[in-house]
């Protein structure tokens, strides 16, 4: 429960799943509601709608832009939380120079990703689609040609974070061998091994899966010249980022039997919402499967990412934990058995610790347990003191602490 304070309202927009109204109401904190996204005229007025005189937080999901002005619709705006993977709509920087926590739910959907990769190795090995294709056209074309049993054969895994790693423990349950590269050294689950490099695993896979991240290093990671590397006739399948693989080259590669076929779930650009025009060089090739990057869209994901938010909103609530919050340094702290825990999100620069503890010892009060994380600009740091977050010396040292000019946000728990 939420200890000695008022209880925290949270408006949440566009209609989280239902996991995080569980975790909110098993927190004690009070759940207001928008079925949409909301533009920032409309958030500004819906936040000071709530009541002035206790936390308040934000939930959204990816079509609400939490601007500046929304961030300093009301001071007692703590934390926003994305109930979603990106954070690519709200200004983190914003948030950040306000002392304010966001949070997201980046892993939520790995199972999600791992199972339809699995899924589409099995459906190109068998040319499921082309086969199925061609029924629908009323053309019976049973046929063993080019049809492969994945048992025995190779997966090779670009990229082994959560999702590359999660693939390869159900393809190996499939007798699948699985041979991974990552940028970093990753340790290698059940009987999988690293490849000494990208080309290596190329020209040994039967199946080449990528799971990386957008940057510089992977745009444009399988253009021609990987193409022509890859062991000829192996499947391509792309359910990471849209810029990781020369679609152009892709389609030579296919049209030329280099490559057997592929599944692809995103694109350099995509379309902006349900229902528009999509458009890419491999459409009308019946060797490739292509989803509207899906790979993650599944109940049992939003389910996540609603407990996963909520959870580390509440927990953020209760005890000032920041674990996995993109703009504050991270402190796992344990709930409080005893005792108040001031939070203050500071300037980190020299001299903000001395400051604060003088004002603890010039009230005479102690310090049982202390925690300081600091990240770039900003510094985190909880302080435990054998007082009750309801006594008036709290409220007047947090007042205090609120007042140096390092501090951006101070709270009592
Ligand atoms: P992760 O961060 O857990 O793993 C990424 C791995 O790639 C890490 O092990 C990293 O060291 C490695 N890596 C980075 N740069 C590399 C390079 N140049 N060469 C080799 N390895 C490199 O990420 P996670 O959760 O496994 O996601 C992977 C990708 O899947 C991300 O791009 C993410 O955006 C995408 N994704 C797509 C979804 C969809 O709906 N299709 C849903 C969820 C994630």
Redesign the pocket.
């Given at each position: 429960m939420v200890r000695a304070v008022p209880r925290p309202n949270i408006l949440l927009l566009e209609s989280i799943h239902a996991t995080a109204h569980e975790e909110f109401a098993r927190h004690g904190v009070v759940v207001h509601t928008a079925a949409g996204a909301m533009e920032e005229a409309q958030l500004v007025a819906a936040l000071r709608a709530l009541p002035a005189d206790r936390p308040v937080l934000l939930g959204i999901r990816s079509k609400t832009r939490v601007t500046p002005a929304v961030l300093d619709a009301v001071p007692q705006l703590l934390a926003v939380g994305a109930f979603c993977?990106g954070t690519d709509q709200i200004g983190l920087s914003a948030a950040r120079e306000r002392g304010i926590a966001v949070f997201n739910a980046?892993?939520s959907?790995?199972r999600s990703?791992a199972e339809l990769v699995l899924g589409e190795i099995i459906m190109l090995s068998r040319q499921v689609f082309a086969r199925s294709e061609a029924c629908h056209r009323g053309l019976w074309h049973k046929s063993a040609d080019g049809s492969h049993e994945v048992r025995g054969k190779t997966l090779g895994i670009?990229?082994?974070?959560?999702?590359?790693s999660q693939l390869s423990v159900i393809a190996e349950a499939l007798g699948m061998q699985v041979r991974y590269?990552?940028?970093?050294a990753?340790l290698p689950l059940g009987n999988a091994q690293p490849c000494n490099s990208l080309h290596e695993l190329l020209g040994l896979s039967d199946f080449v899966t990528l799971?990386?991240?957008?940057?510089e290093?992977?745009r444009g990671?399988i253009g021609a010249a990987e193409l022509a590397v890859i062991k000829r006739g192996a499947y391509l399948i792309n359910?990471?980022?849209g810029m990781v693989v020369d679609l152009a080259a892709l389609r030579d590669a296919l049209e030329h039997g280099q490559v057997g076929g592929a599944a692809i779930?995103?694109f350099p650009s995509e379309p902006a919402k349900v229902g528009d025009v999509f458009d890419s060089p491999l459409r009308g090739l019946d060797s490739v499967i292509l989803t509207p990057?899906?790979?993650?869209?599944t109940q049992e994901a939003q389910a996540n990412i609603g407990r996963e938010v909520a959870t580390a909103l509440a927990a953020y609530l209760i005890s000032g934990s920041t674990t996995g919050c993109v703009t504050l340094p991270n402190i796992d702290a344990a709930p409080l058995r005893s005792g108040a825990r001031l939070l203050n999100v500071h300037r980190n620069v020299p001299g903000v610790l001395s400051a604060i503890n003088q004002l603890l010892a010039d009230s005479q009060v102690n310090i049982t347990g202390q925690r300081l994380a600091t990240m770039e600009s900003i510094g985190l740091l909880h302080v435990d003191v054998p007082l009750r977050a309801s006594d008036p010396e709290i409220s007047q040292l947090s007042a205090a602490i609120a007042a140096l000019p390092t501090s951006l946000l101070t709270r009592v728990i």
């Open positions: 993977i980046p892993f959907n790995t990703v670009v990229g082994y974070g959560h999702i590359g590269h990552d940028l970093l990753k799971h990386v991240p957008d940057t290093l992977t990671m359910a990471s980022r779930d995103v990057h899906i790979g993650g869209s």
